[in-house]
């Protein structure tokens, strides 16, 4: 079994940043493509960002593009999410996963094809 571990949520104001982390202890999760997922109460996981095993291809959501990046440190085992330009409609608990199987491009915004999850990070970003 793989915890991962979220860390860096918080509040912010609307154009805010944060960046979020995600830890993979060992490093038997982190050479698989990983992916950011958030969700909101009553609502089902929607993804944000997925990243290759080597971080060289990434996917985001269009609701994302252009103001969240998707990068990783096998080295460190470690996951990141940086947020920029932050709208109140961000906010969310954010959920890091791992160990998708390929093909990734057809999988990756689907939260059941992946094994491995941390407990998540709340993000509230206020007007």
């Known amino acids: 079994q793989v915890q991962l571990v979220e860390s860096g949520g918080g509040s912010v104001q609307a154009g805010g940043s944060l960046t979020l982390s995600c830890v993979v202890p060992g490093n038997r999760g982190i050479m698989y493509f990983m992916g950011w997922f958030r969700q909101v109460p009553g609502k089902e996981r929607e993804a944000v960002a997925g990243i290759s095993p080597e971080g060289g291809i990434t996917y985001y959501s269009d609701s994302v593009k252009g103001r969240f990046t998707i990068s990783r440190d096998n080295a460190k085992n470690t996951l990141s999410l940086q947020l920029n330009s932050l709208y109140p409609e961000d906010t969310a608990m954010y959920y890091c996963?791992?160990?998708?199987?390929?093909?990734?491009?057809?999988?990756?915004?689907?939260?059941?094809?992946?094994?491995?999850w941390g407990q998540g990070t709340q993000v509230t970003v206020s007007s």
């Open positions: 996963a791992s160990g998708l199987s390929p093909p990734w491009s057809t999988a990756w915004t689907d939260f059941r094809k992946y094994p491995y």
